[in-house]
């Protein structure tokens, strides 16, 4: 009875070992699977593996002239109502080569803040409009969306970078402000700080 006791307990362990501190290999370190509840030195660690990827990347180091000459033509949908409708209540775009597509409140999943517009000759640029047809952001994927990792840059309107999105090999995405800092991690839907507690406020 001792030794079933005994050979019992260890397989529990490996387990729930298996289960909540399974490792993977993500640019060169190994990481715990859920960053909440790994050690302060892996969170560290993450975090300056990505940052340095970015760094490399040359995203923190953009001046926004260029893009803000390229957004000017895309600064009002003149089709925003059409949108809309389409969004709200399934009517037909109004012309082809485009698809669109609402935005909402991330605290309440029912109200429109917003929509999309992504032209079928350019899916990984997303021009992200308010509900009177302004443009405010523009996000680029660099990589592919189902496959990790790859990142989103997030723009305004005017050019100038307002955070990137990091979607890590560990199923994490880690938010960087434009001067390359952590603003956090989103974990199940929650944004989570650089030692792993959560933050009270997100606005996106």
């Given at each position: 009875?001792?030794?079933?006791?005994?050979?019992?307990i260890?397989?529990?362990?490996?387990?729930?070992?298996a289960?909540?501190?399974?490792?993977?290999?993500?640019?060169?370190?190994?990481?715990?699977?859920?960053?909440?509840f790994?050690?302060?030195?892996?969170?560290?660690?993450?975090?300056?593996?990505?940052?340095?990827?970015?760094?490399?990347?040359?995203?923190?180091?953009?001046?926004?002239?260029?893009?803000?000459?390229?957004?000017?033509?895309?600064?009002?949908?003149?089709?925003?109502?059409?949108?809309?409708?389409?969004?709200?209540?399934?009517?037909?775009?109004?012309?082809?080569?485009?698809?669109?597509?609402?935005?909402?409140?991330?605290?309440?999943?029912?109200?429109?803040?917003?929509?999309?517009?992504?032209?079928?000759?350019?899916?990984?640029?997303?021009?992200?409009?308010?509900?009177?047809?302004?443009l405010?952001?523009?996000?680029?994927l660099?990589?592919?969306?189902?496959?990790?990792?790859?990142?989103k840059a997030?723009?305004?309107?005017?050019?100038?970078?307002?955070?990137?999105?990091?979607?890590?090999?560990?199923?994490?995405?880690?938010?960087?402000?434009?001067?390359?800092?952590?603003?956090?991690?989103?974990?199940?839907?929650?944004?989570?700080?650089?030692?792993?507690?959560?933050?009270?406020?997100?606005?996106?």
């Amino acid at each position: 009875m001792k030794k079933f006791l005994t050979i019992l307990i260890l397989l529990t362990a490996i387990i729930f070992q298996a289960l909540y501190t399974e490792e993977v290999l993500a640019y060169g370190i190994r990481v715990q699977r859920d960053y909440r509840f790994t050690t302060q030195q892996d969170r560290n660690k993450r975090i300056k593996v990505y940052q340095e990827y970015l760094q490399k990347t040359g995203i923190f180091n953009e001046t926004p002239d260029a893009k803000k000459e390229a957004y000017k033509k895309y600064r009002k949908d003149k089709n925003f109502r059409a949108n809309l409708n389409h969004i709200k209540h399934d009517k037909p775009l109004p012309e082809k080569g485009y698809t669109a597509k609402g935005n909402y409140y991330q605290m309440a999943d029912k109200i429109l803040s917003g929509y999309s517009i992504i032209y079928d000759n350019d899916p990984n640029t997303e021009y992200v409009y308010n509900t009177l047809g302004d443009l405010y952001e523009v996000i680029y994927l660099i990589g592919e969306e189902n496959v990790l990792p790859h990142y989103k840059a997030v723009y305004a309107f005017n050019g100038s970078l307002q955070r990137v999105i990091f979607s890590a090999i560990d199923g994490y995405d880690y938010i960087f402000y434009p001067t390359g800092k952590l603003q956090g991690v989103v974990v199940d839907g929650k944004l989570y700080n650089k030692v792993g507690r959560p933050v009270k406020v997100w606005l996106k």
